[in-house]
Structure formats: C-alpha cells, structure tokens
C-alpha cells in the first residue's frame, strides 16, 4: 500500500474537518446527556413525590448539591421536647441508600441523638450524574456533599456535636471528610462500619483485565462494568448475616441493583491513597468490623486503628458477623447497634 502524501493545506483542513468532527460529536453527547438529565430529572420528582416513608423520619427534604443535584434526606429527630444532645450523620455504602437505618436512627433518637442519612448522588431518591444511577463524575463529588449535609445538619441543630457514620463505600466518604482539615475540625467522632479502605480481591474482576478496564474508563466512564459479581443475588446474600435483611434488601426499589459504572474504579486509587495516608486521620474513631466479612478485609480495620493519629480510638471486632453489620442476625445487629449508640452518646 503506497503512502499518502499530503500537501500542507491539505493537511491543514483535514486537520480541520476532524477537529469538526469531535466538535459535533462532543455536542451531540452533550445534548443527549442534557436529554437524559431532564428525563431523569422529571422521574426522580415523580418518585420522590409519591415516596411514602413508613421509617419513622421526622422529615425528609431535597439538598441541592453543587452541580446542582437534589440529594434526598432523611432526618430523625429525639421525641418533640426532648433536647438533642448531638447530631449524627449516616452515608451508606455502593447500591444503598439512607432509608435503611432507620432502625439505628430511632435507637439514637432514644438517646437524644438526631440523625440525618442522605441518599448518595446516583443512588436511593437522588439525582445522579448525566441522569445515571450508580454513576459520579469522580469520587470526591461525594465528599463534597458530605460537606453540604454537615452544613444542613449544623443549621438545624446548632451549638451540638457532630458525628459522622460511614458504612462500607460511605467509610471511605467519610474518611476521605476526615482528611480535609476544615470538616475534620467540626466532626467530634467518627463510626466506621466495615470500612472500604481497599477492596477484597473476591469483589474486583480478575487481575489481568483490570488494566484494559482502568483505560477504559477514562475513554467510557459511564459504561458498566462487564461484571456483575456485586450485585448477583448469590453474593448479596453473603453480604448479611440474616437471609431476611437480604431479601428485603433485593427488592427494595430504592437499591441500585445495577452494574457500577466503569468511571467508578477510580475508587480504587482513592482507597490506594487513603490506606497510604491513614496517619492523617485525626478523630475519635469506633471502627465495627467482622473478621468473617467477604466484601471488606479486617486487616485494613486494624490498619486503621493502628495508624490513626489519635487516642480516642476502638477496634470492635463482631465474630461470626457479615459484611452489613446493622442487618445481620438479631443478636449481633442488636449489639452491634448497642455499641455504637453508647459510644455516641457518651461524645456528647
């Protein structure tokens, strides 16, 4: 095949042209994803106007966010005229949302504790990027939320402590909060519960593919994953210790029970960058984690524990537990739950 040769203006429009091309492309996907936005927009209304919340919250409300998402709330508060002592805030982990702990939010109100569990962007009733569930732009946009419930929380409830409560994928959150110095500064204690510092080996796709996916979701981040292991109903179960939760769970309509996004693998040099700085985490920590647990590794708890940089820090170790810790058996979600109210409201 012979070479082709170009002349200079040659080269110069078909230089051009494709930069035309790209120019129209990257309008048509923007105007799709405008598209999808609106559409998803308009459903996400429509759900949240027809939610019936049968958890006990004392209200909900719609925070919009700096991109301008609306994040859904859940907040519980201790009996009408009795004080509340301190403010807890709960980000749940991948595919669930801040409905689920309402049984630990009305055992925190018990205590004079106020609660307040948003829906994660892309996840529960809230909006999320490009009109996708199960999809953020990038990691820290979670973070920044974060930030803007504290700020929620604070304005209703002034002049008391601030806790936060991560569980899973939501420990990275606010672990991620703890290592900025302005939010740290404003949180009295931290729980963690089966924190996500690094991932189990036995939820990520194997090793050899995994850099053909890193490359390509920088090119597609909004693909799904090829894998479906983290949501296949088989491993779900695994993730609770009581095949109740587990059901329920599965068909709660509010679960993202989709495959996660490409883009979402950038989790993974967070959690590489967190693990490589756990000195820098400077709270009060209670971390609650169960050696039996398949999605989280205990290991990376007691990292945790160990390095923290601070003294006001417990390691509960939950034999023969799961993953969910808050949705396992009677007896060990009882405990459990028991732990962590004592230790909130002993921060007050």
């Not at 129209?24 to 027809?50: P, Q």
């Not at 008391?160 to 409560?165: C, E, G, H």
């Not at 110095?181 to 519960?193: D, E, P």
Request: glycine letters at 10%; hydrophobic letters at 45%.
């Amino acid at each position: 095949m012979l070479p082709i040769r170009l002349t200079a203006e040659e080269a110069a429009i078909l230089g051009i042209a494709g930069g035309a091309l790209v120019l129209a492309c990257s309008v048509l996907s923007s105007r799709a994803e405008a598209r999808r936005m609106a559409t998803h927009r308009a459903e996400m209304d429509a759900r949240r106007s027809k939610y019936v919340d049968d958890s006990g919250a004392g209200s909900t409300a719609a925070l919009p966010n700096a991109q301008g998402l609306k994040l859904f709330l859940r907040h519980w508060t201790p009996e009408t005229g009795s004080p509340v002592k301190g403010v807890v805030i709960m980000v749940h982990g991948l595919t669930a949302h801040g409905g689920m702990y309402a049984g630990v939010a009305r055992q925190l109100a018990a205590q004079g504790l106020a609660t307040v569990a948003s829906d994660l962007q892309g996840n529960g009733l809230s909006d999320g990027a490009a009109g996708l569930r199960g999809y953020v732009r990038q990691f820290n946009d979670y973070v920044d939320d974060l930030d803007r419930v504290m700020a929620w929380a604070s304005e209703r409830h002034p002049g008391v402590p601030v806790f936060l409560l991560g569980e899973s994928m939501g420990g990275t959150v606010v672990l991620q909060a703890l290592r900025r110095q302005g939010a740290a500064g404003k949180v009295r204690g931290a729980v963690l519960m089966a924190p996500a510092i690094r991932a189990h080996p036995k939820v990520l796709p194997p090793p050899v593919i995994m850099p053909f996916l890193r490359g390509l979701s920088l090119l597609f981040p909004t693909l799904p994953v090829p894998d479906d292991s983290v949501i296949a109903k088989d491993n779900w179960v695994g993730a609770f210790g009581d095949t109740a939760w587990a059901e329920a769970a599965y068909g709660d309509p509010l679960f993202t029970l989709e495959r996660p996004r490409l883009g979402m693998l950038e989790m993974l040099s967070v959690m590489a960058d967190l693990y490589g700085n756990l000195d820098q985490i400077r709270t009060p920590l209670l971390v609650c984690h169960s050696p039996s647990d398949a999605r989280t590794e205990l290991a990376n708890s007691e990292a945790l524990a160990q390095r923290a940089c601070v003294e006001d820090k417990e390691l509960l170790m939950v034999p023969g537990g799961r993953h969910m810790l808050f949705h396992d058996t009677p007896e060990i979600t009882s405990r459990v739950t028991a732990h962590v109210t004592k230790w909130l409201a002993s921060r007050c």
